[in-house]
Structures are given as structure tokens and as C-alpha cells.
């Protein structure tokens, strides 16, 4: 619309400044918030660039210490089953009276703590009795820990994952948070 300023009073000329003012007063908040968006937008992606990079040195320290408990776990297997085959050699070929070994021990006192439960079930346990075994005395344990114990027992990973939710469906295992499992306490 074309709008020749000789035929307009001065209070329509003081108007139509006031319009043209606000207009342009509203694209220059237009432009503001379009370049601090863009802003934003540029400090969004560094924070994301910079989360992932620590993510990925996080990821590979954690991979790292994972072999190295991998390693040390594997180390102190062979070390424990040389020192059990060279006692079951030693004791095998001795007799009792030969060995210097202490006296069985007394009926233990009333009131003194039970005896832990042997923590290694047979072999022919199932999965779901070598687990609630595991557990027994602890205030939980890990999923990865559980996995490393049952492999050591011959027990394998697929089946360990059928027996722990079947515990849990069953209500005799309660997760605590992701990965971690515990006994359900009886009231």
C-alpha cells in the first residue's frame, strides 16, 4: 500500500513513524533471538562433542581395568588350582597322624556365629541353588561377579540368566538396581 505523505495530517504521519518504528524495532528482536539460537545451538553440539569425548576415554579406562581384573582373576585361578592339586597330592600321600595338622576343633561355643555355608556348590547343582549359594552372607553381588563364580562352577552364562529371573520372578532374589542382586529378606 503506497501512501503519499503530502495528503497525511501530522498525528498520521506521527502514527505511521510509530508503526514503521515498532517494526523495525521487532525485527531487530527477530534477529537477536535467531543469532542467540544459533548461539545455543553451536554451544549445544561442543557440549555434546565434548560429553562424548569423555565418555570415550571413560569407556576405555573401564575397558582397561576390566582386563586387568580379567587377568588377575585368570592368575589367581591357576594359582589357587596348582596350591589344591599340590594339597590333594600332599594329603593324598600322607596319612593324618604323619601331617602336622592341629586337632579338630571343639563344638563351638553357644552363641558364637554358624559356620558360612560352603560358598562352591557340587558341580551337578543346578543354576538357581548355586546362585541363592553365592548370595548367602552377602549384602548383594554383582551380575558380573555371579557370572564369574557359576563359570568357575561350569555353569554357563545362558543359563545363568534363566535361573536369575526365574529367582526374581519367584521372589527369592530382589534386584538392587541394574545388575545387582540380593536375597530377599523374609520378615
Known sequence: MLVNLNELSASELLELAKKKQQEEQESARRSAKVARLAQLRKKREQLLADQERALLILDKELQSLQQRRTQLVTSH???????????????????????????????????????????????????????????????????????ERLRGLGIDAGRFAKAIAQLVREGKVVSKGAGNYALKKRL
Request: proline share 13%.
Open 77 to 147: 585361578q591357576t594359582a589357587l588350582a596348582a596350591l589344591d592339586k599340590e594339597m590333594a597330592e600332599v594329603s593324598a600321600g600322607a596319612r593324618a597322624s604323619e601331617m602336622d595338622v592341629p586337632a579338630p576343633a571343639a563344638e563351638p561355643a553357644v552363641g558364637a556365629p554358624e559356620p558360612q555355608p560352603e560358598t562352591r556348590p557340587a558341580p551337578s547343582v543346578d543354576p538357581a541353588a548355586a546362585i541363592l549359594n553365592l548370595l548367602k552372607g552377602r549384602v548383594d553381588m554383582s551380575d558380573s561377579l555371579l557370572r
